[in-house]
């Protein structure tokens, strides 16, 4: 394979200096003698060396031509072209080989010396692979599972098939083939089977910078456009998004279009991209995806592989899904979704050992002859159980021993046969093979197992500190089937034969050795690929941890962290995150210990807050101990960071008066600072907060001040931290209070505001944010088709972006709408739904809102008992929360329920004037003016008609604005009737 490898960089050297060179190249015995005609000279000579030559005579310019044995060797690594010629002193044409290309997926060797066993035992596994395969071929979208212990030839089933896949064939198309692996790193790296493949699809080389990389992309992309495989609006939706997953960094107006969402919504919008990506990919040419090793995956390669099935039926795609019978991870699950999914489209294999004659056909297949003696074979199979690997490195064992040789074409054991010794598990059989080994042989093999299954060249040459004689050492090593060339693009890459290989020798090394090679691998790492380390953080937090450098591991721990939660694998986030806490406490305790660990208790923060919701107890538990740890730093800017989200856990909660004070804590801390960005925040926070503690004097105070303070063109980046814009959240906050403080005019006007800038805004959250409230306005106003125009917005663009909390919301509204269209057991149902939601994410705040509304629906329908206890739920919420902005429309909802059950109008009177009572407290002159005309409707029927006209004309007449709202036309209404 050098020979040849060496060959091509020749001709390819010589031909950009414009000279033409031919090669030709045999192998086999050849001897050392003197050639006469040369003067005693001594050379190589024979027919091998004869055949060479004749074969570079009969080459064309810039041909390269092998003989039959160097094209039996190398098959695995280069594409031939067979040829006949005829040589002279050669009787008959002789097969010659044209040397095409080198392929950037060598073919794995097989058998002894290079020889590959029969597929045995796997009849009718290798046919139900083969018919998905030609379903595909045919257009037709299938799935399979390949599921199997170790060393019961997955791998070999997988390598089958792709050369049936590739052959030519004229009467199918051939397919793209493309391979991911997950590799076993403690903590998953996230998407790692994905990346794998697609990095293999733009076929990046080590040089590619970030430009290269876009461009490779966006080229992929365009192609697929033009062919009207994908649609225009999809490409440019998909194009920031890959090149976001594969962290290439994007420039413009590319990166902005991701700055408007969450986490979650990118992660979302991600998954639908790679399926819009391989589905249009699959309409060009058909497509194979192998998943190798799923048994290492992480959750959200096997979330995407699960959305995937759902794009089977659009296009010719094969997902082939292989993995150990891992029954405690999630890949275990992959074949009860599969028979959900795409039913009809999967098929599930499972490989199990051979048996006792198949064993032996395999061994027989291996030494090509059935003589080996009958002792030796019975104690193969003996010890193997049918285990394919096994048997295959048992023999290979026996042979390199000595134990087992060859004469001729039959196979003997030496004469003590009785005392030879069949290793008693795989892993001593690989020992064994490995004890005799030379030192250095040994040393780069355990350096590359140190570097895990699969190895990039470079970095095993830098690592193991040899790079004189590296190339042979790896050409035997590929000879004793120990290792395999796995790819040539976009650098030299190896693996070995077995994962099995890879763990026997790993573990056997001595505990200082291996840390010592995972200390020099992360080296190695950072000094080869600088300017592309955020591909690698999570292999360098592993190595480092291996290698007892606990400090680095945190390090890059943290920093794959936050990668996870920029590519929205919030999952993943947490598990480095808390790795990074974890191995923390192995260090000294010093200031940069308690600097790392704040920065990972901020970091693990938000991930928390998307996966257990704003309430859970982890949320609480992280932020407490980051504001322990800042009090100790003192460090201003991240205190901000800490109190808010604490802040943020006791605010969904629904505990209140605590989220009020740490908005207090936030107003110092920003005061302090002298930032008028987290300034504008902190009042806002405490507008927030007065909102719904129903100081509705203070929201309007404390809005002012943080829109004083407030800058458009500097503040609106920092939406993207804080989740929505700081400016439309202080005029959203302040138009609700003017509502309740009686100005529904001004509260609709400045309402208007907001939804201009936050259209301008193009930031999704922000639009959404502005909608819902606009939409709680017209419900406050009562105005029922604008509460329906703007929650069909909301729910609209929540689903689209997965914006959990609005949809519940949303979904509350909208049934709110349904009852005041006399749709009323519709709307409760809707109700119902959208609260259930609401409790699900773990939250508190809105309770009584949203139980009001249900309330009162209730009551439309004649279920005043129903009505009742729900008032007294949301009334019990008030008590419990200390949110009383609905406490006054509460209690007026409770004596209107009363009413329709017939009790005492005393009890209900008593409901009424407690409203007004609440109302007044609050300065609420809306709640005030409702609860005013429902007593004074009860005078009425009462007969008090100066009680009635005298409450009602006193707060009808304070209103300056507003008289075309319901409300007040009630009002006016109601005293026209009284007059």
Known sequence: ELAVRAAIEIRDEAHRLGLNVTAGINTGEVYFGADAEEGQEFTLMGTVIDLAARLAGRAQAGQILVGESTRRLTWRAFEFTPLALEIKGVEGPVTAYQVERLLPHPKKARGIEGLRAELIGRDEEFAKLKEALAKVLKGRGQMASLIGEAGVGKSRLVAELKEVALAPDEGRPIPLWLEGRCLELGTAASYAPFLDILREHFAWSVEDDDRRRRERILSSLQEMTERVNLPGERFEEIYPLLSRLLSVRLEGEWEERLEGDSPEQIRRRTFVAVRDFFVALARQQPVVLVFEDLHWADSLSLDLISLLMEGLHLAPLFLLCVYRPEREHKCWHLGTIAAQKCRGRYTELYLRELSHRQSRRLVASLLRSEDLPPSVRALILDRSQGNPFFIEEVVRSLVEAGAVYQEGDTWHAREDGRAIVVPQSVQSVVLSRLDRLSGDLRGVLQVAAVIGRVFRRRVLERAAQQEAGLEGTLWELEDRALVYQERAVPEVEYSFKHVLTQEAVYRNMLRRRRQEGHQRVAEAIEALYPDNLEEYYEQLAYHYEEGGHAEKAVEYLLKAGEKAKRNSANE????????????????????????????????????????????????????????????????????????????????????????????????????????????????????????????????????????????????????????????IGCRILEALALWHLGYPDQALERMHEVLALAQELSHPFTLVFALYFAAVLHQLRREARAVQERT???????????????????????????????????????????????????????????????AEACGKVGKAKEGLRLAAEALAAVDVTGERCWEAELYRLKGELLLLQGEAEAEIEACFLHAIDVARRQCARAWELRAATSLSRLWQGQGRKENAKELLQEIYGWFTEGFDTADLREAKALLDALA
């Open 572 to 727: 993943a986030a947490i598990a480095h995150l808390t790795r990074g806490l974890e191995l923390l406490k192995t260090t000294l305790d010093t200031p940069e210990r308690i600097q790392r660990e704040l920065d990972l208790q901020v970091a693990l923060g938000v991930p928390l807050v998307l996966t257990k919701g704003h309430a859970a107890p982890e949320v609480e538990r992280t932020y407490a101990r980051a504001r322990e740890l800042n009090e100790q730093v003192g460090d201003a800017p991240q205190r901000f960071q800490v109190l808010l989200g604490l802040r943020r856990f006791y605010f969904a909660r629904g505990e209140l008066q605590t989220a009020h004070d740490l908005g207090e804590q936030l107003l110092t801390v920003a005061q302090n600072v002298g930032d008028s960005i987290p300034l504008s925040r902190a009042y806002m926070m405490l507008g927030e907060t007065s909102y719904w503690l129903s100081e509705f004097a203070q929201v309007r105070k404390h809005c002012e001040k943080g829109l004083a303070c407030y800058d458009p063109l500097e503040h609106r980046s920092h939406m993207f931290l804080y989740g929505n814009d700081t400016g």
């Open 792 to 854: 069909e917005a909301v729910l609209r663009i929540s689903a689209k972006r997965g914006f959990a909390l609005y949809l519940a919301w949303g979904t509350i509204l909208r049934g709110w709408v349904l009852a005041e269209q006399g749709r009323e057991n519709d709307g409760i149902d809707q109700m119902r739904k959208g609260i259930a939601a609401w409790q699900a994410i773990g939250a508190a705040v809105t309770l009584p809102k949203s139980l009001a509304s249900l």
